[in-house]
């Protein structure tokens, strides 16, 4: 299979200065089939022409000689919640802990700075009695990649509450699966929840439900802490 040329608009920021995690692997699984799981080794850059290596059930990203990203079909077999209710989601919401501090406010998942046409505005704060996070997504359009974006945050923001993590995090490994064909919404119900805690690692998962509550897709991510954000010991094996 030939290689492509991709770049990343600058709009697409996650960590300041590199692409959104969810939406860099929404861009590279759009080139395999099935369920996919994608591999990020180094921070991807915005605005920067890279090498993407296709071949039958693997991908890799590079930019120059350096890997930044490695992809596989895979298949998901994993259970989600139950889903809050429509107001529920809106209720969690309003307790977003990024409205307090947020590591990257310029995220065009969940940053707070943004206000452009770009930014998914998904703010996922703690259902009240349940081992989740959730928010509600009023989305622009339904492209895979930005389903991708709407399903990585709120795996973030669960493994830092739950995980009882201070300071940044960024996403190491992402697998998810769409519901086909993709059904526009006007609202989308998303919401997180922690698996487990291993040293810097933080297991995740995330689902997108329509209004009415109808599975449209899920994701297992792998968190990795950054130097000075701590896992408590007791945080470690913490089960959904």
Known sequence: MPDYDIVIDPAFEGPPGSAHGGYACGI?????????EITLRRPVPLGTRLRLTPQDQTLSLYD?????AEGVTTRIDFGTPEPPTYAEALGAGVAF???RAHPYPGCVGCGTARTDAAALRIFPGPVPGRDLVAAVWHPEQVRPPLLWAALDCPGGWAA?????????AVLGRMAARLAAPLVPQSAYIVVGWLEAA???KLIAGSAL???????RGAARQTWIRLSGAAVPAEAAGVAA
């Open 64 to 68: 120059g000689s350096e890997l930044l």
């Open 198 to 200: 291993e040293g810097r």
């Open 160 to 168: 830092a509450h739950f995980g009882r993590v201070t300071g940044p």
């Open 97 to 99: 802990p990024g409205f």
């Open 28 to 36: 590279l699984a759009a080139h395999l089939p099935s369920d996919v």
């Open 209 to 215: 439900f329509s209004r009415d509550g109808v599975l």
